[in-house]
């Protein structure tokens, strides 16, 4: 991380220890199912993509010819549809007018061409929102699972091309019921200010909204061994090792924002300590 980077979160983190996030309308959520085990990092071949902490596991699935969402925009879009699902109490939500002012709520700037911000959100929404969600938990004493499709249906009355252009109709998105239980029963509190400062990389978003998750309950120290932590983020490194240190590295631009949580690099793996919530002021939604 050159010094530019770091200057700049050091300056947001600054702004989020200043002011409660709900105070400053920052409260936001996230999806619990997907913090617990995490979306693809990168581009994946073929169309189901499985991730597991423990006894639970998550598989995600998609039709082949359109693909499963990967990178920070499926990331920042899930914390969107969580929060407005918390807020508005409605499974239809509206993504408003205008394809840049959806872009500005999500903290991504318009910008054009085949590798541009407007051809990455709409691709990856088109992913997202044709995924298909399947839980499980398998112990000695019980197996159990839920199959959840994400959304129902959706209206997206974007142009890229002119990506200010108002439109005569909201775009908009029905979440599945089963979905919209799922993430507002149970969401994990965050600071949404933390989520834009962090979207550079898709697992630093991971790990902070893990261990704003896994910090709110903890209640004595614990150690994640690295293996376990590397089937969790990150099972597509090549070695522990290497998936450690890609890990360190984003956990120390985390530690920059959520400068409460209390974590330790053993040799037997990551060691977590009772910290202070990153969401002080948020409501006990969550159970361990």
Partial sequence: MNNKNLDKLITEALAIEAEEAKEAGALGYMARSLVQATMPHKQTKGNEFVRKNGAFTLSMMSPS???????????????WLTTEAVRTKEPTLLLGDTLSGFM????LVPTGGRWGSITRLKQQTTRLFSSFISCSYSSDELSAGRNISMVDEYELWWTPKNPNQLHVFDSKVTLNKRFFDEITTNPVPIDMRALKALKRSPMALDIYCWLTYRLFYLRKPTVIPWAALEVQFGADYARTRAFKEAFLTQLRKVSVVYPEARVEDTELGL???????????APR???E
């Fill in 65 to 79: 010819e359109i693909g499963l969402p990967y990178g920070t925009i499926p990331r920042l879009l899930v914390s």
């Fill in 104 to 107: 500005s709520e999500i903290g």
């Fill in 271 to 281: 060691m977590l300590k009772p910290s202070s919530s990153h969401i002080a002021s």
């Fill in 285 to 287: 939604l969550i159970t």
